[in-house]
């Protein structure tokens, strides 16, 4: 049976000097979902011009519905901008008070949360109090859901304790990176015997098991980049190597992983095999140019005996 799957935030464009590309961590999340056989949506808001005419046609040629992308004839549709130094090196400014930041509480919003097997948010879309107010209504409501999913997904400085620990409380699964979770646990005063990068090796996991204990998680997981990811329970800690993949760029590649795990545990796969299938699907995005390639369980499935594994 095909799952209702539903992303919450922010939708925008990122803004080069001489381009510019959509973007969010939901619509990624959203649009791979939708490749791999979910009914998908994504609940944002973007404003009554050009820059949102074009992602109202984006988003319906991705097969995604549209009546929970709302319109905004206020503020405008969000923007990031994106600078260069001489090295290349890139510099974003998520731009404030733009659409998403007033994303409403609607009729076809509370419905869709009523009957979604899986919802995914992260933290940016909740730096402005109405957006958060309607996102954590919406979880709310999702008393149907067996996935709630927190993808952390820090930005700048658009997080706060307060919003961390009510994203936590409303979730049962927390998706992080290996840089994230130090800054996760420091946020929370949580010591966790680590800095940087941790290897998980006891005072790593401890810290992870308290997590899981104060707010009541399910399931924690940890990107690893090209090395792979982890998987937390209450009871194990689960390890699955990467796939090697020459990368084309990585951008939307975490948010595909975030699909292919939910798309796994939805359908009832052991935890081995979903992380594995996630970490399948983020190689794959993070090969192709662009934040969301053409995707498919085919392609992938012809794909994975090409892929070598770490030994």
């Not at 049976?1 to 922010?10: F, K, R, S, Y």
């Not at 929970?68 to 503020?75: E, G, I, K």
Request: proline content about 5%; aromatic content about 6%.
């Amino acid at each position: 049976m095909q799952p209702t799957i539903v992303a919450l935030g922010e939708v925008l464009w990122d803004v080069f000097p001489d381009a510019r590309h959509l973007g969010g961590a939901p619509l990624n999340f959203a649009v791979h979902c939708r490749s791999l056989g979910a009914d998908a949506h994504v609940v944002s808001r973007v404003g009554m011009d050009d820059l949102g005419d074009e992602i109202v046609r984006a988003v319906a040629g991705f097969g995604l519905p549209l009546q929970t992308v709302q319109r905004d004839p206020a503020h405008p549709t969000g923007t990031v901008k994106v600078t260069l130094d001489s090295a290349g090196r890139p510099t974003f400014e998520i731009v404030r008070d733009v659409a998403w930041d007033y994303i409403e509480l609607t009729a076809e919003a509370k419905a869709l949360a009523t009957k979604a097997d899986a919802l995914c948010f992260g933290t940016l879309a909740q730096r402005s109090s109405q957006s958060r107010a309607s996102i954590q209504t919406l979880l709310s409501l999702a008393r149907r859901a067996r996935l709630i999913v927190c993808d952390i997904n820090f930005r700048q400085s658009f997080y706060t304790r307060e919003i961390v620990e009510a994203s936590l409380r409303a979730s049962n699964v927390l998706k992080l990176n290996e840089t994230e979770l130090p800054a996760l646990l420091g946020l929370l005063d949580q010591k966790s015997g680590f800095s940087k990068k941790p290897d998980f090796s006891g005072a790593e996991r401890e810290a992870v098991l308290r997590l899981m204990g104060i707010f009541d998680l399910e399931l924690v997981c940890v990107t690893l980049g090209e090395r792979g990811a982890i998987l937390h329970t209450r009871g194990r800690e689960i390890r699955s190597p990467g796939y090697k993949v020459k990368v084309a760029d990585t951008v939307g590649s975490g948010d595909a992983f975030t699909a292919g795990l939910v798309m796994k545990l939805l359908a009832g796969a052991p935890h081995e095999a979903a992380l594995d299938y996630a970490n399948l699907v983020g190689a794959y995005v993070a090969s192709q140019p662009g934040a969301t390639p053409p995707l498919s369980a085919e392609t992938l499935g012809q794909l994975v005996a090409k892929l070598p594994r770490p030994a």
